[in-house]
């Protein structure tokens, strides 16, 4: 009996044997499967975050390449662009930022685990020539009748002065050539290398007259009292536009004309509006254009009355400015200036310009705005140091 009773309890025993080792096996087996199972899930969220990484740097490379080379600007910004990597995907985000920075928010998914990183950018404003000249001449520059310019001068050629034309500052010019006025010689600072060109991208001005020209075709009228609001917005018109009566362009914002654009009467154009045309621009009357403005002309810009014109004149061909309003901020012109009008900052003029008339000129770098798209315009974004941070929402 004894005999039957101790093989039971050897089998008893062995059995509760058995069950320990399975159950330290089985539960090897599970906390390896788990292990195994975070391991994975964790790859997954380190894939996610350098994906979101990548998205970053994506968005950089779209800032700082131009559109004509497949990237989108500076200027762009993006609520949701997506984009598929390294088997995953990243969705960012561009706007603006504090203090005039950038900010690019990035998330990145695989594998359904997602990590989310944020990068502020510095917008990299700087300006693309130095504006240290009442007029700037790429080559000659003629000066006749009652015109008079008040800061320094610089001409990579002769300066040749006829009437009772005046310069009051110092003049410079490169060796070889000659300043005179009513033709005698006039002191002058002779340099062997003439200082940069400012000189003007079209690219982004060309990318908004090539969306207007898409548009139907047909001419456009604004007249009569009261405002037209931009709110911020575009408005394309692939043909001419007339502006007139006592309407004000309100909103800030862009208005792209293919064709002319005509503006007369006592309006007014708001802050911060871009006026961009492919042919001729006039602004006649009382018309006032507030600060940070553009006005862009492939062809002449032709400013008269007594309204005062506040921000950046770009014209590829000359600008003719007349009557008892100023000008204050930047001139760029391709081929000079005619007229009688006060102009208050600086005149860029690529080609041989002639100033003609009545024409006063006043030196004033700081009302030459800091962001002109194509003259001053911002170099590359670059990382702020200290502004990088990770989102802790999310599925990691």
């Known amino acids: 009996m004894r005999s039957g ?39 997954q969220s380190v894939r996610a975050f350098y994906i979101a990484e990548a998205g970053i740097n994506k968005a950089i490379w ?15 910004r993006t609520s949701a662009t997506s ?45 693309t020539a130095s504006f240290e000249y009442a007029v700037y001449s790429n080559s000659d520059l003629s000066m006749n009748g009652a015109c008079s310019i008040t ?62 020209a898409s548009q139907t075709a047909g001419n456009m009228s604004i007249t009569g009292a009261g405002t037209y609001n931009l709110a911020g917005g575009t408005l ?39 006026i961009i045309c492919g042919n001729n621009l006039t602004i006649s009357g009382s018309n006032v254009v507030n600060s940070g403005g553009v006005l862009f002309a492939r062809n002449n810009i032709t400013l008269s009355g007594a309204g005062d014109i506040t921000g950046s004149v770009i014209a590829l061909n000359s600008v003719s400015a007349s009557g008892a309003g100023r000008t204050v901020g930047l001139i760029y012109s391709q081929k000079g200036m005619s007229g009688a009008r006060t102009i208050v900052g600086s005149i860029v003029c690529r080609e041989a310009p002639t100033f003609s008339g009545a024409i006063n000129i006043t030196y004033d770098p700081s009302k030459i705005s800091s962001s002109i798209p194509g003259v001053v315009s911002a170099g590359k974004p670059e990382k702020l140091k200290g502004s990088w941070k990770e989102h802790k929402k999310g599925n990691e």
């Open 5 to 43: 009773s101790s093989k039971k309890g050897s089998l008893m025993l062995t059995f509760i044997i058995m069950l320990a080792i399975s159950s330290i096996f089985f539960s090897f087996i599970y906390v390896v499967t788990g292990r195994s199972r975070n391991l994975a899930t964790q790859k």
């Open 83 to 127: 984009e598929s990597f390294a088997g995953g995907a990243y969705t960012f985000s561009i706007s603006d930022g504090p203090s005039g920075s950038i900010l690019v928010i990035s998330t990145g998914e695989s594998s359904g685990r997602t990590r989310t990183i944020e990068q502020l950018l510095s917008s990299g404003a700087s300006s």
């Open 62 to 76: 779209y800032l700082t390449t131009p559109a004509a080379s497949g990237g989108r600007g500076d200027t762009w």
């Open 236 to 274: 394309y018109v692939n043909g001419n536009l007339t502006v007139s009566g006592a309407r004000s362009i309100t909103g800030g914002g862009k208005i792209v004309v293919t064709g002319t654009y005509t503006q007369s009467g006592a309006g007014s154009i708001a802050s911060n509006t871009q």
């Open 151 to 212: 800061g320094p001068v610089f001409a990579n050629g002769n300066i040749a002065l006829t009437g009772a034309t005046r310069i009051n500052g110092a003049a410079t010019i490169t060796e070889g050539h000659t300043y005179k006025k009513n033709g005698t010689a006039q002191s002058v600072n002779l340099v062997s290398t003439p200082p940069p060109m400012p000189s003007i991208e079209t690219t982004y001005y060309d990318d908004l007259l090539a969306t207007a």
